[in-house]
C-alpha cells in the first residue's frame, strides 16, 4: 500500500490505495469508496481511508465537479469522520 518515494526532492512517503477494498469510510479504516453531499445525498466524489504507518488516518477526497483533492488527517478516525460531515467544500467560479 505504501512506499518510500524516490522523485527529485520529494519528501515523506506516498501512498497507493489501489489494494483497498471498498466500502464505507463513515464506518471502517482501510476502505475506498464516495462521499456523498449533506443536504442532498448526492455522489460528490471519491474517498480512501487508511491508518498510516505514522498511526495517524488518513482521508483524500476527490471531487467529481472540479479539479480538487482534500487530504485529511489526524489521530482520532471518529473525529475526522465528524468534522468532514460539518465541512461544505467552498469553491468560488
Not at 489501489?18 to 442532498?40: F, Y
Not at 448526492?42 to 488516518?57: E, P
Request: hydrophobic residues 30%.
Amino acid at each position: 500500500m505504501k512506499r518510500r518515494g524516490s522523485a527529485p526532492g520529494e519528501t515523506g512517503e506516498r501512498h497507493y490505495a489501489g489494494r483497498l477494498q471498498p466500502g464505507d469510510c463513515d464506518a471502517r479504516s482501510g476502505v475506498h469508496g464516495i462521499w456523498r453531499e449533506n443536504d442532498t445525498g448526492d455522489s460528490a466524489g471519491d474517498v480512501v481511508c487508511f491508518l498510516s504507518d505514522t498511526g495517524r488516518y488518513v482521508f483524500l477526497c476527490s471531487c467529481y465537479d472540479r479539479p480538487a483533492l482534500v487530504r485529511i488527517t489526524g489521530a482520532d478516525r471518529a473525529a475526522l469522520v465528524a468534522w468532514w460531515h460539518t465541512r461544505e467544500p467552498v469553491f468560488t467560479g
